[in-house]
T-cell receptor, first 118, second 111 residues
């Protein structure tokens, strides 16, 4: 069973360009989360999505950042007009449908996408 | 929003020593998760705890879900060099959707 797949693993963008990060959840998982990790810091929640729905985007910056999880295909985190402060590791995680079963509360991470803005 | 306090921030120990780290919260969680992150990699799930008071082991790792549901600890026994990394706790509630993470404990093991 393939894990959470993220690509690209490493991405270099010049200031002002756009960055697109992709995430395919684990098979059977319908919930996707994006977290950002700045150097030497912990994981900060950005957004929580289900298919075609944004459930919680309380951690997303108000401008330049957007996320989607379409009916078909991977989840996309899009950063427009990148700035140096956007340089970070972006982790996607997924979990199964949250039911009364405990496993619905367990999220599994991908290996991350490292964005460097030059 | 919910916040977790994870301590200690870092630990330097000798190989063979036992390690203990913990997380506390002002809010109740119904799931506690512990992850390990190696440099350049994503966090890997070590232990998941689903019931208050639950004590769960995974090899040399033991974690407990505090009875108040506001805290959890992780113990590592007889540490080895490959235990080096950053350990994160996370609290989760089903109706909140997202997990909240502590800031991590960086573990260094000296051979």
């Amino acid at each position: 069973n393939a894990g959470v797949m993220q690509n690209p693993r490493h991405l270099v963008r010049r200031r002002g360009q756009e960055a697109r990060l992709r995430c395919s959840p684990m098979k059977g998982h319908s919930h996707v989360y994006w977290y950002r990790q700045l150097p030497e810091e912990g994981l900060k929640f950005m957004v929580y999505l289900q298919k075609e729905n944004i459930i919680d985007e309380s951690g997303m910056p108000k401008e330049r950042f957007s996320a989607e999880f379409p009916k078909e295909g991977p989840s996309i985190l899009r950063i427009q007009q990148v700035v140096r402060g956007d340089s970070a590791a972006y982790f996607c995680a997924s979990s199964p449908l949250a039911t009364t079963a405990s496993s619905g509360n367990t999220i599994y991470f991908g290996e991350g996408s490292w964005l460097t803005v030059v | 929003g919910q916040q977790l306090n994870q301590s200690p921030q870092s630990m330097f120990i000798q190989e063979g020593e036992d390690v203990s780290m913990n997380c506390t919260s002002s809010s109740i969680f119904n799931t506690w998760l512990w992850y390990k992150q190696d440099p350049g990699e994503g966090p890997v799930l070590l232990i998941a705890l689903y019931k208050a008071g639950e004590l769960t082991s995974n090899g040399r790792l033991t974690a407990q879900f505090g009875i108040t549901r506001k805290d959890s600890f992780l113990n590592i026994s007889a540490s080895i060099p490959s235990d080096v990394g950053i350990y994160f706790c996370a609290g989760h509630n089903t109706n909140a959707g997202k997990s909240t993470f502590g800031d991590g404990t960086t573990l260094t093991v000296k051979p």
